[in-house]
Structures are given as structure tokens and as C-alpha cells.
């Protein structure tokens, strides 16, 4: 039991380390706060349509269109802080953006 | 001699130990951390193109390969394997963070816990060193056991 004691030991401090600080640092970052952004559906290649007609929160986004988050999908609309002209465009600096539900 | 040859044996044994336990700590550490936040996890190496189509099986065959090498460092007589094992994870972990230094550097990280928090270039750092140690730890035991015999 001896010679097992030290790793017995790294492994409780461990387990108890990730669970004070598991969830923190999260680079991951989850939904950002609701913000206006100018919405464009993006279908794989480029972007197609701004989604309304100016800047809109995602909520109001997802609702108008059918893209909705999922982690593994395909990007379906990027969001930016100003308006995209000269469409389509390749995917800039966006803000936030949806992946497709499938 | 002799006393000598005994002496330097402990010092290499409390060495393997605490190379060791720095091994079981940052593994159990990092896997339970991706354990308890896996929809995350997920997520951040869905986003790593080269790791894309594998996110949902590395996203557990990752976690639980640290848990098993940390099983082996724990029981002295794997111990040996365990290290190897632990050298050839880091430096699989290294060339990954290489890569994503070189080729996307703007993307998470998708690795557990507060090593979250260091910059691509810090973590690097942080892998090689321990690929480093593991190896020498290795080396070590390699060494005391043809002593020993």
C-alpha cells in the first residue's frame, strides 16, 4: 500500500483540482450576450442573403431562418458588427454565427 | 561503492515517484476536466479542421487513455510502460499544439482544465517539458533496472 500511496495521492488532489476549476477558463465560449449583428446566410462557400434588413439579435435570427446551433454542423449564417456590402463575401471578422441543425 | 550504488538508487527511485505523480496529476486532472465538461470539449475540437470528423470518439478515447496510462503510473510495476506511453501522448499532444501554432492559431484549445488559460506558445512549452521528463523518467528506470540486475 506503501508504494502506491504518492499516485493514490496525485489522483485525489487531481480529481479534486478539476473540480474546483472545471467549467472556468472555458475557451469554448458559450452564447455571447444577445447583441444587434447584421445576419447572412452562408452556404458553405460564400455568403448568399443578409437575413432581415438590418441589425437583429440571434434569437430574432434563428427564428428567421433555419439554421439553429449545433456543435458539429456546418456553419449556416454568420453574424457581424457592421453591414456587409459588395456581397457575396468570403467570411471576414464575423462575430457570431449559427451552424445548421442537421 | 556499494553505499554509493544504494544511495543513488533512492534518489532515482523518489525521482520516478515525483516524475510520477506529475504524470498522474496533469492526466487525471486534464481527462476529468474534459469528462465533467464534454459537450465543450466537443465542441472546441469540432472546431480543429484536422480533428473535425473524429471529435465525438476522441472525445473519449483522449480522456480515458489519460485515466488508463495514469492506472498504469500508479502500480510500480507498470510503471515503466506508463511512462512510455505518457511520452509517446505528450509528444502526440505536442505536435497537435504545433500544428495548431502553425496553421490556426486563433482556435480554442481543446484541452482540460486551466490549461485552457495559457497561450498556444505557453502550452507548448508546458508539453514539451513534460515530454521531457516522462522520457527521463523512462530512461531512469531503464537504467535502475540493469543496475539492479
Given at each position: 500500500?506503501?508504494?502506491?500511496?504518492?499516485?493514490?495521492?496525485?489522483?485525489?488532489?487531481?480529481?479534486?483540482?478539476?473540480?474546483?476549476?472545471?467549467?472556468?477558463?472555458?475557451?469554448?465560449?458559450?452564447e455571447?450576450?444577445?447583441?444587434?449583428?447584421?445576419w447572412?446566410l452562408?452556404d458553405?462557400?460564400?455568403?448568399?442573403?443578409?437575413?432581415?434588413?438590418?441589425?437583429?439579435?440571434?434569437?430574432?435570427?434563428?427564428?428567421?431562418?433555419?439554421?439553429?446551433?449545433?456543435?458539429?454542423?456546418?456553419?449556416?449564417?454568420?453574424?457581424?458588427?457592421?453591414?456587409?456590402?459588395?456581397?457575396?463575401?468570403?467570411?471576414?471578422?464575423?462575430?457570431?454565427?449559427?451552424?445548421?441543425?442537421? | 561503492?556499494?553505499?554509493?550504488?544504494?544511495?543513488?538508487?533512492?534518489?532515482?527511485?523518489?525521482?520516478?515517484?515525483?516524475?510520477?505523480?506529475?504524470?498522474?496529476?496533469?492526466?487525471?486532472?486534464?481527462?476529468?476536466?474534459?469528462?465533467?465538461?464534454?459537450?465543450?470539449?466537443?465542441?472546441?475540437?469540432?472546431q480543429?479542421?484536422?480533428?473535425?470528423?473524429?471529435?465525438?470518439?476522441?472525445s473519449?478515447?483522449?480522456?480515458?487513455?489519460?485515466?488508463?496510462?495514469?492506472?498504469?503510473?500508479?502500480?510500480p510495476?507498470?510503471r515503466k510502460?506508463?511512462?512510455l506511453?505518457?511520452?509517446?501522448l505528450?509528444?502526440?499532444?505536442?505536435?497537435y499544439?504545433?500544428?495548431m501554432?502553425?496553421?490556426?492559431?486563433?482556435?480554442?484549445?481543446?484541452?482540460?482544465?486551466?490549461?485552457?488559460?495559457?497561450t498556444?506558445?505557453e502550452h507548448l512549452?508546458?508539453?514539451?517539458?513534460?515530454?521531457?521528463?516522462?522520457?527521463?523518467?523512462?530512461?531512469?528506470?531503464?537504467?535502475?533496472?540493469?543496475?539492479?540486475?
Amino acid at each position: 500500500m506503501k508504494k502506491y500511496f504518492l499516485g493514490i495521492v496525485a489522483v485525489l488532489f487531481a480529481v479534486a483540482l478539476s473540480a474546483f476549476t472545471s467549467g472556468s477558463g472555458n475557451h469554448a465560449k458559450k452564447e455571447k450576450p444577445l447583441t444587434d449583428l447584421y445576419w447572412y446566410l452562408f452556404d458553405g462557400t460564400q455568403i448568399t442573403t443578409q437575413v432581415g434588413t438590418g441589425p437583429t439579435d440571434k434569437t430574432s435570427a434563428e427564428t428567421a431562418t433555419t439554421c439553429s446551433d449545433n456543435p458539429i454542423a456546418a456553419v449556416c449564417a454568420y453574424g457581424y458588427m457592421n453591414e456587409q456590402t459588395g456581397l457575396p463575401k468570403p467570411p471576414g471578422a464575423f462575430n457570431d454565427r449559427f451552424k445548421k441543425s442537421n | 561503492m556499494k553505499n554509493s550504488g544504494i544511495t543513488q538508487n533512492n534518489v532515482s527511485s523518489i525521482l520516478i515517484e515525483c516524475i510520477s505523480a506529475s504524470l498522474i496529476l496533469l492526466f487525471v486532472y486534464t481527462a476529468t476536466s474534459k469528462l465533467l465538461a464534454h459537450n465543450s470539449f466537443v465542441f472546441t475540437l469540432s472546431q480543429s479542421p484536422l480533428l473535425q470528423q473524429y471529435s465525438i470518439p476522441l472525445s473519449w478515447v483522449i480522456p480515458f487513455t489519460e485515466i488508463l496510462i495514469s492506472c498504469f503510473l500508479v502500480i510500480p510495476r507498470l510503471r515503466k510502460t506508463g511512462l512510455l506511453f505518457s511520452v509517446l501522448l505528450m509528444t502526440a499532444f505536442t505536435i497537435y499544439v504545433g500544428y495548431m501554432i502553425a496553421f490556426t492559431p486563433r482556435l480554442p484549445c481543446s484541452c482540460g482544465g486551466v490549461i485552457k488559460s495559457l497561450t498556444w506558445k505557453e502550452h507548448l512549452l508546458l508539453n514539451i517539458s513534460f515530454v521531457v521528463m516522462a522520457l527521463f523518467g523512462w530512461l531512469m528506470i531503464k537504467k535502475n533496472k540493469i543496475l539492479l540486475q
